[in-house]
């Protein structure tokens, strides 16, 4: 089976730039999803196909990915960005998704 | 607005059937593709299965013996049907509508989800 690993956290200052790490054999060559998931509250696309933006997503969102590796980046990172933050993949049709990232702005 | 409603019971006994219902406004079940996704409680998304409007499906490999998809399209609702089930589909279950054209080249992700219905599984 297919796997995606992720941070199980990361930390970032208020103003400051996170990253968020996606690995998977050869990811590249697949298209990631990117999911937010706020206490209590159901996941929200803020990142497909590696790198677009769904409507009403700020432009501090951006996506990228080299070689076995997708990276959600957040530029100006705001305490509302707080959250889990789950990747996903296609392979073999089935859908996968990483662990997730406790993503922390202290 | 594409909104989504799960709903059931939020209890199922060890061994027996965990049935959910989605109910969509907002979309046509017919003219879409839909999916049902589960989170345990503290842990990490679990993807179930996926069905299209061609009729074709695509299941989580380890949990495909054991689930049973239907529409209800004058109620523009779809369910899921998960049996012999243990502690360990103890999950909130949502469902989620999906974005997929395997004529783009694109995979499937999930735009719309529902908020979600905790099934504890307990005698």
């Known amino acids: 089976s297919y796997d995606l690993t992720q941070p199980p956290s990361v930390s970032v200052s208020p103003g400051q730039t996170a990253s968020i790490t996606c690995s998977g054999h050869?990811?590249?060559?697949?298209?990631t999803s990117w999911y937010q998931q706020k206490p209590g509250q159901s996941p929200v696309l803020v990142m497909y196909?590696?790198?677009k933006r769904p409507s009403g997503i700020p432009e501090r969102f951006s996506g990228s990915t080299s070689g076995h590796t997708a990276t959600l980046t957040i530029a100006g990172t705001q305490p509302m960005d707080e959250a889990d933050y789950y990747c996903?993949?296609?392979?073999?049709?089935?859908?996968?998704f990483g662990g997730g990232t406790k993503l922390t702005v202290l | 607005q594409v909104q989504l409603q799960e709903s059931g019971p939020g209890l199922a006994k060890p061994s027996e059937t965990l049935s959910l219902t989605c109910t969509v406004s907002?979309?046509?079940?017919?003219?879409?593709?839909w999916s049902w996704i589960r989170q345990p409680p503290g842990k990490g998304l679990e993807w179930i299965v996926n069905?299209?409007?061609?009729?074709?499906?695509n299941y989580n490999p380890s949990l495909k013996s054991r689930v049973t998809i239907s529409t209800d399209t004058s109620k523009n609702q779809f369910s899921l049907n998960l049996n012999s089930v243990t502690a360990a589909d103890t999950a909130v279950y949502y469902c989620?509508?999906?974005?997929?054209?395997?004529?783009?080249?694109?995979?499937?992700?999930?735009?719309?989800w529902g908020q979600g219905n905790l099934v504890t599984v307990s005698s």
């Open positions: 989620a509508r999906v974005i997929f054209d395997d004529y783009s080249g694109y995979p499937p992700h999930f735009d719309y």
């Open positions: 907002g979309a046509s079940i017919s003219n879409n593709h």
């Open positions: 069905f299209y409007n061609r009729g074709t499906t």
């Open positions: 050869q990811l590249g060559d697949k298209y």
């Open positions: 196909e590696d790198r």
């Open positions: 996903q993949a296609w392979d073999s049709s089935t859908v996968v």
